[in-house]
């Protein structure tokens, strides 16, 4: 049983007067791109915490040691759940209370660094292209959250470089050693490795003494990682590292000599390949920045051209993906101004693929009945049965209010075996919640939807199934809970703090406390 169950009221009076302004309203080309604008706009800001009554006598502030002992007490109720979400709510406690002693800190961290194998997901992926609106576009989109084992672990070593730096190394050294896998030809998804490379950078500068810095150890550790370069999606954040140490000529032509070196090491991946040419501009960056420098030290451009060269027509002529082709009007440009800039010889018309491989397009959202009919009608409780956004004072009549009962009654019936997955039926219901509240006129009607749809996101499977798409979705709720007020306010911190431990709860607690923490310099006493 529950702890709390919410019944939504049938709409028969008009909702209280309410100072809330009105959603904001996006115009809507149709129904799809409508709901993705709504749901791109929702940011991640959670500061929902009830205020006291205005003339409230303050409360006493805590002390340095209750605030401690608090976060202590919420950080071992934290750590029972999934790591996806023990990850996002520890980096966010030890970003609250700067008064955890050093000691402490290290055993946060390490814990957090040791259970990052548990994520489901690996590695930070991203979408270039295809339906946003699709189980690629929302992993892309939960991903955006650096809560993948990889991205967990990077995390806990950009803080531990503040804290024991040659610790952050050794940490390093593990997380760089595991080589991207290979991606497939059907995959929607590519590698995200920009905050390895940005992090590899940090242990390069604040890692090493100014006498290792004197003798370039930091350097030939960033080269030591540059020698093991595995995918094609490495290649734009590793010339930007190259270009970030340019400022010495040594020292950029160490690092040059090293990614010039990859080359010959970095496998076959035709979908990188083409994600890195297409959309991380890989030649564009040789042509526009890299040449140019190497010019400008003084260097022999053709040292790192005749190795990149070597690569492109290698992948060029390789195997490439049916559903991933190149302009040829853009791969002719792009190969000619390398000509031109260097001493190479490439032929465009011999860079034909030696072979083409086939592949599957994956699947979609909105293909069901059932979700066609919600998408249907949430559009018409938008626009009614033209083509404008009705106005607040139509939502506020009978018949609207009416409808609006009828559509809630069907999304309360809506069920995980009308879709072809769990996943689409979380993913599709969540995102009509999130266009519903954008149309409902504030005050108890948003107050009521917005609580349906807490309810359904906490009974639902995601936070199993997925522990960060739940995140991410708790969060928009947070945020949209921002603009309740009074009594509703108040029942609705209520709702969310019914059971105490799970993903609301814990958010709210943590919010309640960091607005407690006392003021104080940060200490670095064991």
Same mark, same amino acid.
């Given at each position: 049983?529950?702890?709390?169950?919410?019944?939504?009221?049938?709409?028969?009076?008009?909702?209280?007067?309410?100072?809330?302004?009105?959603? #904001?309203? $996006? %115009?809507?080309?149709?129904?799809?791109?409508?709901?993705?604008?709504?749901?791109?706009?929702?940011?991640?800001?959670?500061?929902?915490?009830?205020?006291?009554?205005?003339?409230?006598? %303050?409360?006493?502030?805590? =002390?340095?040691?209750? =605030?401690? !002992?608090?976060?202590?007490?919420?950080?071992?109720?934290?750590?029972?759940?999934?790591?996806?979400?023990?990850?996002? $709510?520890?980096?966010?406690? +030890?970003?609250?209370?700067?008064?955890?002693?050093?000691?402490?800190?290290?055993?946060?961290?390490?814990?957090?660094?040791?259970?990052?194998?548990?994520?489901?997901?690996?590695?930070?992926?991203?979408?270039?292209?295809?339906?946003?609106?699709?189980?690629?576009?929302?992993?892309?989109?939960?991903? @955006?959250?650096?809560?993948?084992?990889?991205?967990?672990?990077?995390?806990?070593?950009?803080?531990?470089?503040?804290?024991?730096?040659?610790?952050?190394?050794?940490?390093?050294?593990?997380?760089?050693?595991?080589?991207?896998?290979?991606?497939?030809?059907?995959?929607?998804?590519?590698?995200?490795?920009?905050?390895?490379?940005?992090? *590899?950078?940090?242990?390069?500068?604040?890692?090493?003494?100014?006498?290792?810095?004197?003798?370039?150890?930091?350097?030939?550790?960033?080269? &030591?990682?540059?020698?093991?370069?595995?995918? %094609?999606?490495?290649?734009?954040?590793? $010339?930007? +590292?190259?270009?970030?140490? &340019?400022?010495?000529?040594?020292?950029?032509?160490?690092? +040059?000599?090293?990614?010039?070196?990859?080359?010959?090491?970095?496998?076959?991946?035709?979908?990188?390949?083409?994600?890195?040419?297409?959309?991380?501009?890989?030649? @564009?960056?040789?042509?526009?920045?890299?040449?140019?420098?190497?010019?400008?030290?003084?260097?022999?451009?053709?040292?790192?051209?005749?190795?990149?060269?070597?690569?492109?027509?290698?992948?060029?002529?390789?195997?490439?993906?049916?559903?991933?082709?190149?302009?040829?009007?853009?791969?002719?440009?792009?190969? =000619?101004?390398?000509? /031109?800039?260097?001493? *190479?010889?490439?032929?465009?018309?011999?860079?034909?693929?030696?072979?083409?491989?086939?592949?599957?397009?994956?699947?979609?959202?909105?293909?069901?009945?059932?979700?066609?009919?919600?998408? !249907?009608?949430?559009? #018409?409780?938008?626009?009614?049965?033209?083509? =404008?956004?009705?106005?607040?004072?139509?939502? *506020?009549?009978?018949?609207?209010?009416?409808?609006?009962?009828?559509?809630?009654?069907?999304?309360?019936?809506?069920?995980?075996?009308?879709?072809?997955?769990?996943?689409?039926?979380?993913?599709?219901?969540?995102?009509?919640?999130?266009?519903?509240?954008?149309?409902?006129?504030?005050?108890?009607?948003?107050?009521?939807?917005?609580?349906?749809?807490?309810?359904?996101?906490?009974?639902?499977?995601?936070?199993?199934?997925?522990?960060?798409?739940?995140?991410?979705?708790?969060?928009?709720?947070?945020?949209? !809970?921002?603009?309740?007020?009074?009594?509703?306010?108040?029942?609705?911190?209520?709702?969310? /703090?019914?059971?105490?431990?799970?993903?609301?709860?814990?958010? *709210?607690?943590?919010? #309640?406390?960091?607005?407690?923490?006392?003021?104080?310099?940060?200490?670095?006493?064991?």
């Amino acid at each position: 049983m529950r702890d709390y169950e919410y019944r939504p009221q049938v709409f028969k009076s008009r909702p209280s007067a309410s100072t809330d302004s009105p959603a #904001k309203r $996006l %115009p809507l080309l149709n129904p799809v791109f409508s709901l993705l604008l709504i749901f791109f706009s929702i940011g991640c800001n959670n500061d929902f915490v009830a205020q006291p009554p205005t003339g409230s006598p %303050p409360l006493p502030s805590p =002390t340095i040691a209750e =605030t401690n !002992a608090d976060f202590l007490v919420l950080l071992t109720r934290m750590s029972a759940q999934p790591i996806e979400i023990y990850a996002d $709510l520890a980096f966010r406690v +030890l970003d609250s209370n700067r008064n955890w002693t050093r000691d402490k800190k290290i055993e946060v961290l390490e814990e957090l660094f040791r259970r990052a194998e548990e994520a489901k997901g690996e590695f930070k992926r991203k979408q270039h292209e295809g339906a946003t609106d699709s189980p690629s576009g929302l992993e892309s989109m939960v991903a @955006d959250q650096k809560l993948d084992g990889h991205s967990i672990k990077l995390r806990v070593i950009e803080k531990m470089i503040e804290i024991d730096p040659l610790r952050a190394r050794q940490m390093f050294d593990e997380v760089s050693s595991k080589p991207l896998k290979t991606l497939d030809c059907s995959d929607e998804l590519d590698y995200d490795p920009e905050l390895h490379f940005l992090v *590899l950078r940090r242990i390069a500068n604040g890692t090493f003494g100014q006498e290792e810095k004197d003798n370039h150890q930091h350097i030939s550790y960033i080269s &030591s990682k540059l020698d093991e370069l595995s995918s %094609p999606s490495e290649l734009r954040p590793a $010339l930007e +590292l190259v270009l970030s140490f &340019s400022n010495s000529k040594n020292e950029f032509e160490a690092l +040059l000599d090293s990614l010039a070196r990859s080359f010959k090491t970095i496998r076959s991946d035709p979908a990188g390949f083409h994600y890195s040419i297409r959309y991380g501009r890989v030649i @564009d960056v040789v042509a526009d920045r890299l040449i140019p420098r190497i010019e400008s030290n003084g260097m022999l451009v053709e040292n790192f051209a005749k190795p990149f060269g070597t690569y492109l027509v290698k992948n060029f002529t390789g195997t490439r993906c049916a559903n991933r082709q190149f302009d040829k009007t853009e791969t002719e440009r792009l190969i =000619t101004r390398l000509n /031109e800039q260097t001493n *190479l010889r490439i032929n465009n018309e011999e860079l034909k693929p030696e072979k083409i491989e086939s592949a599957e397009s994956g699947p979609s959202y909105w293909r069901s009945q059932r979700s066609k009919e919600m998408l !249907a009608g949430v559009k #018409k409780l938008r626009f009614g049965d033209g083509r =404008t956004q009705l106005d607040e004072t139509t939502k *506020l009549r009978q018949e609207w209010l009416q409808e609006l009962q009828g559509f809630l009654e069907k999304m309360r019936s809506w069920r995980p075996e009308d879709e072809q997955s769990s996943d689409a039926f979380i993913h599709q219901k969540c995102i009509i919640y999130l266009s519903l509240i954008d149309v409902v006129p504030a005050g108890q009607t948003y107050f009521e939807v917005l609580t349906q749809f807490t309810i359904f996101l906490r009974e639902s499977a995601v936070v199993r199934e997925s522990p960060a798409t739940a995140l991410m979705y708790s969060k928009d709720i947070l945020r949209l !809970a921002r603009k309740l007020e009074g009594r509703n306010r108040l029942e609705f911190e209520r709702i969310l /703090e019914s059971t105490g431990d799970d993903l609301f709860g814990l958010q *709210l607690q943590i919010q #309640k406390l960091s607005s407690k923490v006392p003021e104080t310099v940060e200490r670095s006493d064991s």
